[in-house]
C-alpha cells in the first residue's frame, strides 16, 4: 500500500495543489485556483507598483485544491501523511497577537496595506535604499552582506517600514508580521499565538537579514535609527528558524474536519516557491535551476566548503539550510521575465480595446505570443539589430534597483513588432546572463541549466535563445508543477517517508523532458550583442538615474 503527501504551491497568480505518491513520485492529480479578488484587480494600483493580494484569496485556494485533489483516485485520508506549502516571496502581512492578518479584522476589510504584500509591490524603493544606505555607514554590522551587498525594495523590512510610515491605524494594529509561507503553516497546524509559529529560514535569511552569526535579525539599535516602531517590532517577531525539513507540526482539527483529512497529517515548515521549484527540479551543485514565470528565481546550492567566507555580491541571499538542509542554498532571479513579453503583448493588443467583440480579442490574445514566437524563429540572429533592456519591473540580479527603467536601442523605419518582441526575448536572456556571470565571478561555478514553468515548457524561442546567450545546456522539467512537487518531497520527509530532503527529490524527481543544446554561431553573435546590452544598461544606470527619473513622474523636472 502506497502512502501520499501534498504539496502545496501559492504563485502570483494562482494557488495549485498536487497529491504524490511518495512510493514512485507519480502525481495522482492537481489543482489550480485562481485568485478572485486579485483576478478583479482589487487593492492594486499598477501605475505606482503597488501590489496587494487578501488572505481570503489564499484561505479560499488551500481550501479547493486540496478538497479537489483529495476528493479522486480513491485514496483513503488515513493514506495521506504529508502536506507543505510554499509561497511568492517576500510576501509579508501584518498580523494580531494570535498571527490573524488585519485584513480579516473588523475596520481593516478593504485596507490595502493590511493585506499581504505580494514579492512584486515596488512601493518602498525608497525605503530599501535607506536600509541600504545606513547598513553600510552606521558603523556596525553590515546586515546586507549574506543579501548579497544590497536590500531591495521586495523585501520584508523595507515593505513593513513603507507601511509604518503611512498607515498609522495598520501601524499601531500589527502586533507581528508574517510572511505568506509562514501565515498559512500557521493556520494549517492551528496557530493561535504569532510568537510560537515557526518560521521559515529561507524567508528569515533571504528577506529579513536573520543569520547565525548575528544571533537572528538585526539589532535593534539598527532597526531603531530606521523607525522606534521597527525596533519595537523585533521583539514581537522571532529569533529561531526552521528548515523546510522539520515539522511545523500537525494538521488542527479545524482544518482537518474541512479538508476531510485527519490530524495526524505532518506539516512541514513553509518555504518559498522557487526553493520549492529547485528541489523539485533536482537541484544540485553547479546545476542553476531557474523557475520561469512572470519573473525568474534562480537557484543553486553549494557546499559550506565551497563557499567558505565568501559572501556573493548582488544576489537576493546565500542562506545556510535553505533549499536543500546542509548545503548553502543561493538565491538570484529578474523581476521582469515573461512579465516583459507580456508587457509587449499589452501593448499590441491596445487597439482591440476599441470594439466590444469580446471572441476576436480572447482569439488574439491567446495567439499573439505564439505567432510572435513563430516569426522570431525565422530571424537569423546574425539580423539581430535592436537591443533591448530587460528592467521594465526594475532590476532585481545583479545588484538590486527596483528604480531602473527598460529601454530599446536601435530602431529605425524598418522594425516591425516581430524584431521588437525578439529583441525582448533576447533582453531577458541577457538579463539570465548577467546572474550566470556574477555567480562565476564570484567563485560559483555552473555547468547546467534547469528551467521550470510557463516559459520554459512553451517556448521554444526563450530556451534555446537562453542557451545560446549562455553557451551552456538547458534541461526542461518533466513536472508542470514543479515547486508544488517540490513541496511534496519536503512533506514526504516531514512525514518520515524519506530519511533526509535529498533522498525524497531523488526518488520522487520527475526528471526532464527536454534539452536544448547551444548552437555554436548563434553563441558568438550573441556575445557581440550581450555587449552591446551592456552597454546600453551601463547608459541607462548613469545617465538615467533613477533620482531623475523619479523627479520626472513627480513633475519637478
Not at 521594465?392 to 545583479?398: A, L, Q, S
Not at 553573435?525 to 538615467?544: R, T
Request: charged share 20%; glycine share 10%; net charge negative.
Amino acid at each position: 500500500m502506497s502512502n501520499y503527501v501534498i504539496g502545496i504551491d501559492y504563485g502570483s497568480d494562482s494557488c495549485r495543489a498536487v497529491l504524490v505518491d511518495t512510493s514512485n513520485g507519480e502525481i495522482l492529480n492537481s489543482e489550480v485556483h485562481y485568485y478572485q479578488r486579485w483576478k478583479a484587480g482589487k487593492f492594486c494600483e499598477v501605475g505606482r507598483n503597488q501590489f496587494r493580494q487578501h488572505p481570503l484569496d489564499y484561505l479560499e485556494g488551500l481550501e479547493k485544491t486540496i478538497k479537489a485533489v483529495v476528493s479522486t483516485n480513491g485514496v483513503a485520508p488515513t493514506d495521506i501523511k504529508g502536506i507543505a506549502v510554499d509561497t511568492t516571496g517576500s510576501t509579508p502581512c501584518a498580523v494580531n497577537e494570535a498571527g490573524v492578518p488585519l485584513a480579516l479584522l473588523p475596520g481593516f476589510e478593504s485596507n490595502p496595506n493590511a493585506m499581504f504584500l505580494l514579492w512584486k509591490d515596488h512601493t518602498s524603493i525608497a525605503e530599501a535604499e535607506e536600509i541600504n544606505d545606513l547598513a553600510k555607514s552606521w558603523g556596525g554590522e553590515d546586515y546586507t552582506q549574506y543579501e548579497g551587498g544590497v536590500y531591495s525594495s521586495e523585501w520584508f523590512w523595507a515593505k513593513i517600514l513603507n507601511v509604518v510610515r503611512q498607515d498609522e491605524a495598520v501601524a499601531e494594529a500589527a502586533f507581528s508580521w508574517m510572511e505568506h509561507c509562514d501565515w498559512i503553516t500557521h493556520v494549517l497546524v492551528g496557530g493561535q499565538d504569532v510568537l510560537e509559529a515557526k518560521r521559515s529560514r529561507c524567508a528569515a535569511g533571504h528577506k529579513a537579514m536573520w543569520h547565525e552569526s548575528w544571533g537572528g535579525l538585526p539589532s535593534k539599535a539598527f532597526l531603531s535609527q530606521l523607525n522606534p516602531k521597527l525596533s519595537a517590532l523585533r521583539d514581537r517577531l522571532y529569533t529561531e528558524t526552521y528548515t523546510s525539513d522539520q515539522s511545523a507540526g500537525n494538521l488542527c482539527k479545524d482544518w482537518a474536519e474541512k479538508l476531510g483529512l485527519t490530524e495526524e497529517v505532518k506539516i512541514a515548515v513553509g518555504t518559498f516557491d522557487a526553493h520549492a521549484g529547485a528541489v523539485g527540479g533536482d537541484v544540485s551543485p553547479g546545476s542553476l535551476v531557474k523557475v520561469m514565470g512572470t519573473s525568474t528565481c534562480d537557484m543553486m546550492v553549494a557546499s559550506n566548503e565551497e563557499i567558505r567566507d565568501n559572501c556573493v555580491g548582488g544576489i537576493c541571499g546565500q542562506v545556510d539550510g535553505s533549499i536543500l538542509p546542509g548545503m548553502i542554498g543561493l538565491e538570484a532571479g529578474q523581476s521582469g521575465f515573461g512579465d516583459v513579453l507580456a508587457w509587449y503583448k499589452n501593448v499590441l493588443m491596445w487597439p482591440l480595446s476599441l470594439t466590444d467583440n469580446e471572441s476576436v480579442k480572447e482569439d488574439i490574445s491567446n495567439k499573439l505570443i505564439a505567432s510572435l514566437s513563430g516569426q522570431a524563429l525565422k530571424i537569423p540572429v546574425a539580423e539581430s539589430r535592436v537591443v533591448a533592456l530587460d528592467w521594465i519591473n526594475g532590476r532585481r540580479t545583479p545588484d538590486a534597483d527596483q528604480s531602473l527603467k527598460g529601454a530599446l536601442m536601435g530602431l529605425n523605419m524598418g522594425t516591425d513588432a516581430v524584431v521588437i518582441f525578439k529583441s525582448l526575448v533576447e533582453a531577458i536572456c541577457f538579463g539570465s546572463k548577467a546572474i550566470v556571470d556574477r555567480f562565476e565571478s564570484e567563485g560559483v561555478k555552473i555547468q547546467q541549466i534547469v528551467g521550470m514553468g510557463g516559459v520554459a515548457k512553451k517556448s521554444e524561442l526563450v530556451m534555446q535563445t537562453l542557451a545560446d546567450v549562455l553557451d551552456l545546456e538547458v534541461k526542461v522539467v518533466v513536472s508542470d508543477q514543479a515547486p508544488a512537487l517540490g513541496a511534496a518531497m519536503y512533506a514526504a520527509t516531514v512525514a518520515g517517508e524519506f530519511e533526509n530532503t535529498m533522498e525524497a527529490m531523488k526518488q520522487l524527481s520527475s526528471g526532464f523532458e527536454k534539452t536544448y543544446t547551444p548552437i555554436a554561431n548563434n553563441v558568438a553573435l550573441y556575445a557581440d550583442l550581450y555587449q552591446q546590452y551592456q552597454s546600453l544598461g551601463n547608459f541607462v544606470e548613469k545617465n538615467i538615474h533613477h533620482e531623475s527619473v523619479s523627479n520626472i513622474e513627480a513633475g519637478v523636472l
